[in-house]
């Protein structure tokens, strides 16, 4: 089982492919009624990119939510895989997201993976069992940890692929903006919103599109509030074609809504995430915010206290990473130009 998922991992392709590959791959080996597979920003660590098969899309507002408020086995904070019943005793209900949402829908236990590694976070994958008393052993909490590493470097390997396409320009004639309730409840959008909604995630046939990465931002600056989690309220995500977006969430001034905004990603925020997908050291990422800044050989020498030469010896190593050739092809890629 853990070598046909090392298998898939080695395989060129999509994050979604990926993970569609790997949850099949999971399902042959045990009983996994349904699952929320999320890619997530690997330096805020919010939700950009579900991939779900669930019985409560009805509820979905409700289930990221509740997702977000919910410590036991939180994605931000799990060593590596766990199961619910295992991590509170056997009493799931203390669980908000079982207590409130899944127990309504006969699931019994949850097995939670995350995709970490020194470079950031890059999703994490909850496995449903329907049953009242169905409970993931430890054997198969085990074979979850173990895979986490191989798809944890398929994942950074597929989004550092993404940052190579050049970026397709969507048509914008005025801001991107969501505005949701405490519940999570769409209450109004900008007329731009729909189009860049139904390129984040494809909706089947004439479907109205989801705002899932919206809920996603909006559910964290809950948990900020609730004082559950302090990562920010903002995520990157790979729109299509190269194309970066940024997704922000803040309360709105006396009122009870959050506010979700939708951006072009500047080229420091493509960076920062080019940075972490291709594996560069800290000395590496530091001087590429420089570049994404303008700056020339001299003035990064300066302001990283180097030689010339040393910063020369960086970007070698930075091309040799990112199968680059040129300075002016990085600043590019960079700047998704």
């Known amino acids: 089982m853990v070598s046909r998922v090392a298998r898939i991992c080695a395989q060129p392709g999509t994050t979604r492919d990926l993970r569609v590959h790997v949850v099949d791959a999971l399902r042959r080996s045990m009983t996994v009624d349904a699952y929320a597979f999320v890619m997530t920003d690997p330096e805020t660590e919010v939700g950009i990119d579900p991939l779900a098969d669930v019985p409560c899309l009805p509820e979905l507002p ?72 169905a409970r993931f052993g430890e054997s198969e909490i085990r074979v979850l940890a173990e895979v986490a590493t191989p798809v944890t470097t398929a994942l950074r390997r597929a989004q550092a692929a993404t940052m190579a396409a050049r970026p397709a320009q969507l048509t914008r004639s005025g801001p991107v903006v969501l505005l949701l309730s405490a519940e999570l409840q769409v209450q109004g959008q900008t007329a731009q919103a729909s189009e860049y909604l139904r390129t984040l995630l494809p909706p089947p046939g004439g479907a109205a599109p989801v705002p899932a990465a919206a809920y996603n931002v909006a559910a964290q600056l809950l948990a900020c509030e609730a004082g559950i989690d302090t990562h920010p309220p903002v995520a990157r995500v790979h729109l299509a074609d190269g194309q970066w977006l940024t997704v922000r969430a803040g309360r709105l001034e006396a009122e009870e809504g ?62 040799a990473r990112t199968g680059l050739r040129t300075r002016r092809a990085l600043i590019s890629l960079i700047a998704g130009s």
């Open 258 to 319: 959050i506010a979700v905004t939708i951006e072009t990603a500047s080229p420091a925020e493509r960076s920062a995430v080019f940075a972490r997908a291709f594996g560069l050291s800290a000395r590496e990422s530091e001087l590429l915010a420089h570049l994404a800044a303008g700056c020339e050989t001299r003035e990064i020498a300066a302001m990283m206290f180097l030689s010339e030469y040393t910063v020369q010896d960086h970007l070698k190593s930075i091309f």
């Open 62 to 133: 409700s289930l990221i939510r509740l997702k977000y408020l919910t410590e036991v086995n939180r994605w931000t904070s799990l060593g590596q895989a766990a199961g619910l019943r295992a991590a509170t005793g056997d009493r799931p209900s203390r669980s908000p997201l079982w207590r409130d949402l899944l127990s309504r829908y006969d699931i019994g236990d949850v097995a939670s993976v995350v995709f970490r590694d020194r470079f950031g976070c890059w999703g994490f994958l909850d496995l449903w069992r329907a049953g009242r008393d």
